[in-house]
């Protein structure tokens, strides 16, 4: 097992990645370390996206000097898809923010059992 991990070293580091980006989703109740557990798990799957395009051996998807094989270059799809997931992970990320600026203004606090409580009590008092 241990020959398979050193082979495929970059799709082990995306799982680890995913690992602690999710783990950080579960269990921390800050809002920031949420949201930064999300931009890791992002950042795995990016990883291994781009890895899977990897051939050995092969170059960018740029014609140069008449070469025309497909067999030549690598599949260019897995780093467009990486580029349009990381723009989404950034446009996500800014609204995330400026949506837990608004709830720290209005709570004081970015815990999201005591916003919940919070909330909670002010619907109770209506």
């Known amino acids: 097992m241990l020959e398979h991990l050193l082979v495929n070293n970059e799709e082990a580091a995306a799982v680890i990645l995913f690992g602690i980006g999710f783990t950080m989703l579960l269990f921390q109740q800050n809002l920031i370390k949420k ?4 931009n890791i798990m992002d950042s795995g799957v990016f990883l291994f996206l781009a890895s899977l395009g990897y051939i050995e051996g092969r170059k960018a998807p740029i014609v140069e000097n008449g070469v025309k094989e497909t067999m030549a270059y690598i599949n260019p799809v897995p780093a467009g898809l990486v580029l349009t997931g990381i723009v989404v992970s950034v446009s996500v990320t800014a ?3 400026s949506l837990s600026i608004r709830l720290y203004k209005r709570y004081h606090t970015l815990n999201l059992d005591e916003i919940y409580l919070m909330s909670r009590h ?3 008092d209506r």
């Not at 949201?35 to 999300?38: A, K, V």
């Open 35 to 38: 949201l930064i557990g999300m």
């Open 95 to 97: 609204v995330m923010l």
């Open 122 to 124: 002010q619907m109770e």
